[in-house]
């Protein structure tokens, strides 16, 4: 049974950083694309960052130079590095897995505020 559970989110205040976590289970995070999006209130969900299974990595515009999305192969887990926060970051992050079905968690908020 596939399973991805979020951790990490809380209330920062704008320019900190943040650290989100995917801990996945029923399959092996290395053998798929792996992602984060993101949805603000009022707002449609929309893409953040995404990791192959081969190691490539992409970003929102938004989020470029600033987030970051690793796997750790280890742990099963995907995370998410998340610098220079701003107020427009606020939003419940959603882990997801991409492959012959989609899969998502059922999300974390964060809150950037000051």
């Known amino acids: 049974q596939v399973q991805l559970v979020e951790s990490g989110g809380g209330l920062v205040q704008p320019g900190e950083s943040l650290r989100l976590s995917c801990a996945a289970s029923g399959f092996t995070v290395s053998a798929y694309s792996m992602g984060w999006y993101r949805q603000a209130p009022g707002k449609m969900r929309e893409f953040v960052a995404r990791i192959s299974d081969t190691g490539f990595d992409d970003y929102s515009d938004a989020v470029t130079g600033r987030f970051a999305i690793s796997r750790d192969n280890a742990k099963n887990m995907v995370n998410l590095e998340m610098n220079s926060l701003k107020s427009e970051d606020t939003a419940v992050y959603y882990c997801?897995?991409?492959?012959?079905?989609?899969?998502w968690g059922q999300g974390t908020q964060v809150t950037v505020s000051s």
């Open positions: 997801v897995r991409w492959g012959r079905f989609v899969y």
